[in-house]
């Protein structure tokens, strides 16, 4: 991960590299006055004599940003940079507002480095329930925040894009409006999206989705958090011209985000073929993909372990995670 102790002070690499395990690490949090926590699948640590500055921070901002802070001026305003390898710098700070718009954030004393990893096995036991009649289905995927949705949209592209054991490779779109899907650096993916897949990124997802319906003729779009009215009347456009779609919400069920404004009359107009609902992942509690047919009704619950364990039972499923949800 050379990648991410680069962006460090130079005292700090020895012990970067000692003290973290890179195979199961997540996150790296810093915050200025304060120790390094990392968080990887067994829990929560600090890295002692490791009491971060200001200078310190200032540090890694400038190498996160290329010394150039206005040139990431937009993605700031997001709260977070994506950098080489799909990682994302999560930001927080000063907020500077203009009519309830952030311009800018300053003073950061807050960050948030998230690992990217290119899992290949989740959801993939819930891959073969999305196909139907030689044609992939209309799926929204519904998990609360840090529950694998991003990694198994990730995964669906690559699958979908690249072919399966049941299907050839179709061509896919993914509209990737926060660079978390394929986590491009200067518009080259960082993570496997797939063999046919092609990528919209730091795009609007309403706006987007059209563009690469008219521009790039997709059979397959793979979109992330369908967030506001804006965005299920893209979803419900792409469906109406013939494009499957994947694409996730936050929400805990299918009851619950019935009722926002911007998911319910997709429910309610039979816009999904498959739900999948996903659980908050955990290190110590099991986790569960539960997939439902168009109408609610459950067509088969697949155990994981942990945070991102196996259970190789008939009714399991392997749970990896990036944890960028």
């Not at 390898?85 to 999560?90: A, I, K």
């Not at 480095?113 to 073969?128: C, N, P």
């Not at 030689?134 to 990694?151: R, Y």
Request: aromatic share 6%; hydrophobic share 40%; proline share 3%.
């Amino acid at each position: 991960m050379e990648e991410i102790i680069r962006l460090f002070p130079v005292p700090y690499h020895p012990t970067l590299k000692q003290k973290i395990n890179w195979d199961i690490i997540q996150e790296i949090r810093l915050r200025v006055n304060k120790r390094l926590e990392i968080l990887d699948t067994r829990g929560v640590t600090y890295i002692s004599n490791t009491k971060l500055s200001q200078l310190d921070l200032s540090f890694v901002l400038n190498q996160v940003s290329q010394f150039s802070v206005y040139k990431f001026k937009e993605e700031m305003k997001e709260g977070f940079i994506t950098i080489e390898g799909g990682h994302r710098v999560g930001l927080a700070g000063k907020a500077n507002v203009h009519q309830n718009v952030i311009e800018t954030l300053k003073n950061i004393t807050f960050m948030n480095i998230r690992i990217a990893r290119s899992t290949i096995e989740s959801g993939k036991r819930a891959l073969s329930y999305l196909y139907r009649k030689d044609e992939w289905l209309n799926t929204l995927i519904i998990g609360p925040p840090h529950s694998g949705k991003t990694t198994i949209l990730r995964n669906f592209a690559k699958w979908i894009g690249s072919g399966t054991t049941f299907t050839s490779a179709s061509k896919v779109a993914v509209v990737d409006e926060r660079s978390e899907i394929a986590a491009c650096h200067e518009g080259i993916p960082q993570l496997d999206v797939g063999e046919r897949t092609d990528v919209m990124d730091a795009c609007p997802k309403a706006v987007g989705m059209m563009m690469m319906i008219r521009s790039m003729s997709p059979e397959v779009m793979v979109v992330d958090e369908i967030g506001d009215l804006d965005d299920a009347l893209a979803v419900k456009e792409a469906v109406h011209t013939g494009v499957k779609v994947i694409c996730s919400v936050h929400g805990t069920n299918r009851e619950t985000i019935s009722k926002r404004n911007a998911v319910q009359e997709l429910i309610e107009s039979e816009a999904f073929d498959r739900f999948i609902i996903l659980e908050r992942l955990s290190v110590r509690a099991n986790a569960v993909i539960e997939i439902l047919d168009g109408q609610g009704n459950e067509l088969v619950r697949l155990n994981g372990e942990g945070d991102h364990g196996v259970v190789r039972s008939p009714n399991s499923t392997t749970r990896y995670h990036m944890d960028r949800v």
